[in-house]
Nanobody, 119 residues
């Protein structure tokens, strides 16, 4: 069973930084990808960044150079380090685990954490 819990959101001024955490209270093994998504009311959920089990990372163009995804295996926690934040980064941020193999495959989601970038 995979249980994801995000934390670290809040209100920050433009240009500021935040670190989001995604704690996994279950077992993730095999072939998988961990993702961060974000969603603004009235819009579709947007993929932001990914981290594979092998350690490869990828980012949506709008956050490249500003956001960094990392993990601490000892703590079963993934992080999203967000720097140079902009008002357009305001959203609810979700942690996602996509299990590719072995079965059962599928997506697991956290409850989300609000990030507001405003002066």
């Amino acid at each position: 069973q995979v249980q994801l819990v995000e934390s670290g959101g809040g209100l920050v001024q433009p240009g500021g930084s935040l670190r989001l955490s995604c704690a996994n209270y279950g077992n993730i093994f095999g072939t998988y990808v961990m993702n961060w998504y974000r969603q603004v009311p009235g819009k579709e959920r947007e993929w932001v960044a990914s981290l594979t089990g092998g350690g490869s990372t990828n980012y949506v163009e709008s956050v490249k150079g500003r956001f960094t995804v990392s993990r601490d295996n000892a703590k079963n926690t993934m992080y999203l380090h967000m720097n140079s934040l902009k008002p357009d980064d305001t959203a609810v941020y979700y942690c996602n685990a996509r299990i590719l193999f072995p079965p059962p495959t599928g997506d697991y989601w956290g409850q989300g954490t609000q990030v507001t970038v405003s002066s």
